[in-house]
C-alpha cells in the first residue's frame, strides 16, 4: 500500500522492534518524517538507521518526565507532530498468568502503568500540540484482547478494554479540533516475541501453535506488515472521515467462532 504522507510529522513508541518498528519503517516508506521511541534507546537507533528516521531517542512511556521531554524535544526540532502511534506497551509473560484469584498485584500495577497510562500520558501530551495545530491523528495500538477476552491475563485484557474505550472518548473530545483518534486491534501477530513464545513452549510448541490457530478462520497469525498497513491507513489523508473506529487486523478472529458445534 502506497500513500502521500508529504513530510508529515510521526511519533512512535515502542519503535525498536515488532509491530512498532514496521509501522514507522512504513511510515517513513511514506514520505513520513519519523521519529522513534522506545525505552530501549539504542535499540530505538538502530531501528531508526535502519529504516530511516529522522530521529530517535530514549522515551518510556510510563515515565511523565520522559513523556514531557521528548515531546518537546520532537516539537523543538520538527516543529510539529501530525501523527501519533501509541503502539509501545507489554503482554503478560507466561510466570504471571494466572486466575483472577492469584493474579498479582505487582504485575498488574507494572502493566497497566505502561499498556494504559503509557497511551494517556503520550496522548495527553500530543493532544496539546494537535488541537494548537488544529489537525492530527493519534493511532492507539489495542488488541482483539480488548474487545474479546481470554482467561489469565487480567492486567493485559484490562489495560486494552481500556485503549479501546479511551480511544473513542478522546475522539468525541478531539473531533472538534481537527484531531483524529482511531485504533488498530491487531490479532496474533508473528513477531519475534510472538516466535520466541511459542519455541519457548518446547515439546509443546506444535500443539500451543495449532489450539492459537484454532480461534483465526483465516487460520494464520498476522505479519507486522499487515498491522502496519492497517495504520498507514488510518494516518493517510484518504481516511479523513474516520474518527473513534477500533480497526481489528485479526484474521477473522472476533467475527465470531471459528469451529462449528
Ligand atoms: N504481537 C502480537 O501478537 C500483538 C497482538 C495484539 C496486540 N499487540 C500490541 O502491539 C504492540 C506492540 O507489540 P509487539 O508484539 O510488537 O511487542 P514487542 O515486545 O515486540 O515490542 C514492544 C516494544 O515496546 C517497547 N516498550 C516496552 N515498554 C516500553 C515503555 N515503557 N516505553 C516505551 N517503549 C516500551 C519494547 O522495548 C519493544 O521495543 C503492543 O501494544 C501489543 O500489546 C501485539
Redesign the pocket.
Known sequence: MQVELDGRVALV?????????AIAHTLVRNGARVVY????GA??QASADAGGGVAAFA?????PT?VASGVERVLRAQGRIDILV??????VPAAERKTIDAFSLEHWDALL???LT?LFLMSREVSRAMKAQRTGRIIN?????GLVPARLQSS?IAA?AGVVNLTKAMALELAPHGVLVNAV??????????QKWIRDAGSEAQDLHARLMTHIPLGR??T?QE?ADAVLFLAAPESSYITGHVLTVDGGWTAGFSRDF
Open positions: 513508541t515502542g519503535a525498536a522492534q515488532g509491530i512498532g518498528q521511541t522506545d525505552v530501549h535499540a530505538a522515551l518510556d512511556v510510563a515515565s520522559d501509541n503502539n509501545a506497551g507489554i503482554g502503568r505502561i499498556d503509557g495500538i489495542a488488541s482483539v484482547l493485559y486494552k486491534a491487531p490479532g496474533s501477530t508473528q513477531t519475534e516475541g510472538w497469525p498476522g507486522t498491522m
